[in-house]
T-cell receptor, first 113, second 113 residues
Framework: AQSVTQLGSHVSVSEGALVLLRCNYS??????LFWYVQYPNQGLQLLLK??????LVKGINGFEAEFKKSETSFHLTKPSAHMSDAAEYFC???????????FGTGTRLKVLA | EAEVAQSPRYKITEKSQAVAFWCDPI?????LYWYRQILGQGPELLVQ????????DSQLPKDRFSAERLKGVDSTLKIQPAELGDSAMYLC???????????FGPGTRLTVT
């Protein structure tokens, strides 16, 4: 069975500081991995995804994530936080070739002025 | 830019009443998903349609929830009777095919009193 663990339900960073949101997954088959962002009372927006190929994935709004198979991780980073990055972030995993996403419990990012 | 539409955005209902949510996926997307997101948690899949057929409703509480996608385009999710524990965000998503990335609508926030 697949699962996703997001370490830290709340993360605070100062504006301009590095953002690091952690995601570890469990999967018995090659995974597809996703990061979504959710603003209050809105749906989820895809930030980036890893399916195959290059393990460093660049997404929208300056975010990127690196797939590390040996560590079963897919951490999300951004070099410099903006106030507009304050939101909830969800990591998700699915098996290659299937539809079913398993979401983590989310990390709420707070950006301090 | 094409988007997934959902209505209503907010719904307050009393327990034991019936409630219905509507979703219109991105044009051409054959696969449609309904998720439930309880506050502080990640989305959980309730039901998945491929065109007008249900392909996964294993997590749908069938004693009170029903979903349909009669013409393979828009979809309705119904709860009857609503219970206090049904208070959550109900998200609709669509994809071109079952293994493609999912695009989410803005959601319907349900409050059962």
């Amino acid at each position: 069975a697949q699962s996703v663990t997001q370490l830290g339900s709340h993360v605070s960073v100062s504006e301009g500081a590095l953002v690091l949101l952690r995601c570890n997954y469990s999967s018995s088959v090659p995974p597809y991995l996703f990061w979504y962002v959710q603003y209050p009372n809105q749906g989820l927006q895809l930030l980036l995804k890893y399916t195959t190929g290059a393990t460093l994935v660049k997404g929208i709004n300056g975010f990127e994530a690196e797939f590390k198979k040996s560590e079963t991780s897919f951490h999300l980073t951004k070099p410099s936080a903006h106030m507009s990055d304050a939101a909830e972030y969800f990591c998700a995993v699915s098996s290659s070739g299937t539809y079913k996403y398993i979401f983590g419990t989310g990390t709420r990012l707070k950006v301090l002025a | 830019e094409a988007e997934v539409a959902q209505s209503p955005r907010y719904k307050i209902t009393e327990k034991s009443q019936a409630v219905a949510f509507w979703c219109d996926p991105i044009s051409g997307h054959a696969t449609l998903y309904w998720y439930r997101q309880i506050l502080g948690q990640g989305p959980e899949l309730l039901v998945q349609f491929q065109d007008e057929s249900v392909v996964d409703d294993s997590q749908l509480p069938k004693d009170r929830f029903s979903a349909e996608r009669l013409k393979g385009v828009d979809s309705t999710l119904k709860i009857q009777p609503a219970e206090l524990g049904d208070s959550a965000m109900y998200l609709c998503a669509s994809s071109l095919a079952g293994y493609d990335e999912q695009y989410f609508g803005p959601g319907t926030r349900l409050t059962v009193t």
